[in-house]
């Protein structure tokens, strides 16, 4: 019994030390104007633009976070936003960024996106990285070993304002966590590093801080932090 | 007396039970399964195109109504599984849509020009053809088709004549393979409406044509 409550204690000891936060950094951000009263927005996800995936969930995320913020946000579903523009916003026919004012120069598009009020497409990317160190073996003794790394979750928003026509402004967030897992016979020690739901949540945060007109705090954040403190 | 008959039962019913399995095994090897895999070819509503006030005819060939795309999988399984693509009847309704939207009227006609001379305001007939198919042969979670487009004057003269390939790929999870294949099919036929639809007038001849036709094509590509 008092070896079992040793290994606890050994066992938590370890997870304290290597518990890590989450920090974000803020790499770019200027130019947004605040969203007037009636005005909604749509997110896109990236992947959908390029035709390599239909995955919305990181775009899902924000707009759950974005939401949480400001629930009486108007948002337009991609979905049927796609579908309105049918078929200008598919991966063939889309325009790179700098030529939006190209994609509503047709009539019918313009025509379609004011009947939605909609002020800002906001494009939404997303990667997460691993460094891993370590080692695993598994075998007939049980599980031995030790691995230990960081993982990062890098999102960015790059935000078309309908009104104002020019280079799209760029929200840009990361968020790192450590993770660590260690086995004699059995694991004793697991710690995830989950880093994608926090850079989402602080995405859509700032984003809905700046669609309602908190520039200034925004560039203040700019200049204390340029690179990123990671918070524990 | 009585034990004979307590060993003779269960020997008889592990017999025909065994007969069973072998019968129902040996029945299933040559054949496997064939499902069919189910498309809808419904593009979002009013595509943002503007229709030439022109009428056209279309002529869906006996081949092309009926068309039919099979591939065999048997990546998980001993025996072979066919999969059923119906691409004509979607292809049917695919074009009958994309057509819808890019010109006032249109007709079907039940051969290709030259039209009886009854059917002067008809423009030009447009034939639509598959000429190629492939399906991703791991798990049926890409599928290419391509067509082929022929344009035809009411005299019987070929006006143009284009390929249009569309891809799509599923990212459905934990669905039936069939499920999977239908969802890549519909991509690759709104792939193929957004390039017919974004540009069928773009090619000179086409565009030639319908000018000459009275029709000044107004759609324009971003």
């Known amino acids: ?232 | 007396m009585l034990p004979k008959v307590s060993h003779w039962y269960p020997t008889m019913r592990l017999k025909r039970v065994g007969i069973f399995l072998a019968a129902l095994a040996l029945s299933s090897l040559p054949g496997g399964c064939t499902y069919t895999v189910p498309i809808d070819p419904t593009l979002p509503r009013r595509p943002l195109v503007e229709r030439l006030p022109v009428m056209v005819g279309v002529h869906y060939s006996e081949d092309f109504r009926s068309f039919e795309y099979r591939t065999r999988y048997d990546l998980y399984s001993p025996f072979d599984h066919t999969y059923r693509f119906p691409l004509g009847a979607a292809s049917v309704a695919l074009f009958d849509q994309i057509l819808a939207s890019l010109f006032e009227e249109v007709k079907p006609v039940d051969h290709l020009p030259p039209l009886s001379p009854k059917k002067p305001e008809i423009s030009a007939v447009i034939q639509p053809k598959i000429s190629a198919v492939s399906a991703e042969k791991l798990d049926l979670r890409s599928v290419t088709i391509e067509y082929e487009i022929g344009i035809y004057a009411p005299d019987g003269a070929k006006v143009a004549s284009w390929k249009v390939e569309g891809f799509g790929r599923s990212d459905m999870e934990l669905s039936l393979i069939k499920t999977i294949a239908g969802d890549a099919t519909q991509k690759a036929m709104r792939d193929v409406g957004t390039r017919v639809l974004s540009s069928f007038f773009q090619d000179p001849d086409v565009k030639a044509w319908f000018d000459k036709a009275g029709a000044t094509s107004r759609t324009r590509a971003p």
């Not at chain 1, 040793?6 to 920090?23: E, F, K, M, N």
């Not at chain 1, 120069?105 to 009020?117: C, E, G, H, T």
Request: with cysteine.
């Open chain 1, 1 to 232: 019994m008092k070896n079992a409550i040793a290994i606890a204690l050994i066992a938590l000891t370890v997870s304290a030390g290597c518990t890590t936060g989450v920090g974000v950094i803020e790499r770019e951000i200027e130019g947004l104007s605040k969203l007037a009263q009636g005005e909604s927005i749509t997110l896109l996800p990236d992947q959908w633009l390029q035709g390599t995936s239909d995955d919305s969930n990181l775009a899902e995320c924000v707009l759950d976070a974005m939401q949480s913020n400001a629930p009486g946000l108007r948002y337009i579903p991609h979905q049927k936003f796609r579908d309105t523009l049918f078929p200008w916003l598919e991966p063939e026919t889309l325009p790179p960024n700098s030529q939006l004012e190209e994609l509503l120069k047709n009539p019918l598009v313009a025509d379609a996106v004011r009947k939605l009020d909609l002020r800002y497409i906001i494009i939404i990317k997303g990667n997460t990285v691993e460094e891993g160190k370590g080692a695993v073996l598994f075998g007939q003794a049980g599980i031995w070993g030790a691995l230990w790394g960081k993982r990062k979750s890098r999102m960015a928003a790059t935000l078309w304002d309908l009104k104002k026509i020019g280079p799209a402004p760029s929200v840009d967030v990361e968020a790192q966590g450590r993770y660590a897992f260690a086995s004699a016979i059995l694991p004793v020690l697991f710690i995830p590093a989950v880093t994608e739901g926090p850079a989402c949540r602080e995405l859509g945060e700032r984003l809905v801080r700046y669609l309602k007109g908190d520039s200034v705090l925004a560039a203040e954040s700019i200049e204390s932090s340029p690179v990123s403190p990671e918070t524990e």
